[in-house]
């Protein structure tokens, strides 16, 4: 099973920046970062194929989060600004076995998540 490891989590002020860091065992995935809050669906936030040539955000994230990669580091990342307390959730990092995707706006369709990492945004 691949494994998924969320770090870059915490406690920001609203209009601060956080880099959320995903790091993988290993595979060619197209990636996503997904995020729940309590009592809310899980949703999609940003996903990025293998290569980066596919990349798709979230409406209420464009202009503000960007997600990236290092495929020598099999590393995900996602750098947050400008966050707002509706930021506020558990972020998890998915991987879709398909490389080239499209970008899967569904959690159904990724195949390996990792444990989640916290991010709180206080006003």
């Known amino acids: 099973q691949l494994q998924l490891v969320e770090s870059g989590g915490g406690w920001v002020q609203a209009g601060g920046s956080l880099r959320l860091s995903c790091a993988a065992s290993?595979?060619?995935?197209?990636m996503g970062w997904f995020r729940q809050a309590p009592g809310k669906e899980r949703e999609f936030v940003a996903g990025?194929?293998?290569?980066?040539?596919?990349?798709k955000y979230a409406d209420s994230v464009k202009g503000r989060f960007t997600i990236s990669r290092d495929n020598r580091k099999n590393t995900v990342y996602l750098q947050m600004n400008s966050l707002n307390t509706e930021d506020t959730a558990v972020y998890y990092c998915?991987?879709?076995?398909?490389?080239?995707?499209?970008?899967?706006?569904?959690?159904?369709?990724?195949?390996?998540w990792g444990q989640g990492t916290q991010v709180t945004v206080s006003s």
């Open positions: 990025i194929t293998y290569s980066g040539a596919r990349i």
């Open positions: 998915a991987a879709d076995r398909s490389p080239y995707g499209p970008v899967m706006l569904v959690s159904n369709e990724y195949d390996y």
């Open positions: 290993g595979g060619t995935f197209t």
